[in-house]
């Protein structure tokens, strides 16, 4: 009696893995990756419908940080946050979510810009996301960023934008 008592309690602790429907969908290309990069980012989920302002983590000072919607589901969006702090030319994977949804902080010293590129041939220019003139805008001042179809970003221009 004992041993079947036991074995059921045991059998009602297991964790049953979730099913692959269950799973977040992570676009066509797979998980978004930056080259050379194994650190600092991390993946987290946020419910949708959300407004706070501690909704998704601040910046921090001579960093610029990446916000990277991979999915939404009817009550979570699921979200890639990195935080690159080299001034050098980054390449990005699978940054497919074209949506409104996607933010940059750009919080480098220096008027350190960080640019945006496309798959071209040269390289062409999509977007410029200036650095604050002087301290670091704490503020947690989102700017909109469309992902797609960048293939590359760049910390290394200063007063360009």
Known sequence: MVTVAA??????????AP????????GPGGEPTIDGI??????MDRPRGEESRDYLPSCAKY?????VLSNQTSTRNYWYVFRLYDEK?????????????QWIINNQTGDADVLTFDGGVIGSIIAC????????DLSRNFKSANWYP???LDTT???YC
Not at 7 to 16: E, G, H, Y
Not at 89 to 101: A, E, G, I, P, T
Not at 129 to 136: C, D, L, R
């Open 150 to 152: 960048v293939w590359s």
């Open 89 to 101: 030319s980054y390449r990005v994977h699978n940054f497919n979510y074209d949506s409104k949804y």
């Open 7 to 16: 074995s059921a309690m045991l059998m009602s602790t297991v964790a049953v």
């Open 157 to 159: 221009y200063h007063d």
């Open 63 to 67: 960093y610029a940080c990446l916000y």
């Open 129 to 136: 996301y200036q650095a604050p003139a002087s301290a670091p």
């Open 19 to 26: 099913s692959a429907s269950a799973d977040p969908y992570i």
């Open 38 to 43: 194994s650190g600092p980012w991390r993946w």
